[in-house]
């Protein structure tokens, strides 16, 4: 237990940020952890309804002693439609922002993976392998449309199979809404383009930067 706390306390104090899965220290991952994966493209009001679930997951069990779950965010260090299609996407939000807010959410672990062609090859089974096996994943929160794998072939009940095979288990979170409509960075965007800063700032849950070029 000594030995833990001084493992906690060398964590606790900020958010480590990682190039990439296999970059994990993996003293991290030994009482597993509570994680999300996704573009997370400006951290609105959607995303975070899903970051404060992984971040009150992995505080499980403490009052029966159980050490608690690492924290972490799995996103990508550039945005894979960007990768995949070639269009040109501009971010809602910078790291250094980013990164303030995952730290107040109570987040331990960033996984910042690049996405190339082999990880966008990856089939469902080896992304599953990764999340379950090598990040040691105990509690994955997803929302309904959440897809993985090459191609997107792999959905929730492909997830949940896995999971359990690993002891696991998955939280599905629904999607926020603001007047009726999904909270969806694409619709951040629209708003923007069509000047409507109040309903943009609502979906995001702040102040949106006046620098943002979309």
Do not use: W
């Not at 009150?56 to 029966?64: H, I, M, V, Y």
């Not at 002693?65 to 996407?89: E, R, W, Y």
């Not at 987040?107 to 379950?132: N, W, Y």
């Amino acid at each position: 237990m000594e030995q833990l706390a001084r493992c906690l306390r060398t964590y606790d104090k900020r958010m480590v940020i990682v190039g990439g899965y296999d970059a994990v220290p993996q003293d991290m991952l030994t009482h597993g952890c509570a994680m999300t994966v996704g573009k997370f493209d400006g951290l609105h009001a959607g995303h975070m309804a899903v970051i404060n679930r992984v971040a009150l997951a992995s505080r499980r069990d403490q009052a029966n002693d159980m050490p608690p779950l690492l924290s972490v965010v799995f996103t990508f260090a550039h945005n894979p439609k960007a990768i995949l299609t070639g269009a040109q996407v501009f971010p809602l939000m910078d790291n250094a922002e980013a990164e303030g807010i995952l730290t107040s959410a109570g987040i331990d672990l960033l996984i910042r993976q690049p996405f190339d062609k082999r990880f966008a090859d990856l089939g469902p089974e080896s992304f599953c392998d990764i999340v379950f096996g090598t990040l040691n994943c105990k509690k994955f929160v997803l929302t309904p449309d959440f897809r993985f794998g090459k191609d997107r072939q792999g959905n929730i009940n492909l997830l949940g199979e896995f999971a359990k095979r690993y002891s696991a288990s998955i939280e599905v979170v629904d999607f926020e809404t603001l007047n009726g409509a999904r909270i969806s960075s694409t619709g951040i965007r629209k708003l923007l383009e069509c000047g409507d800063i109040i309903n943009a700032e609502k979906m995001l849950g702040r102040m949106i930067r006046r620098d943002i070029n979309v």
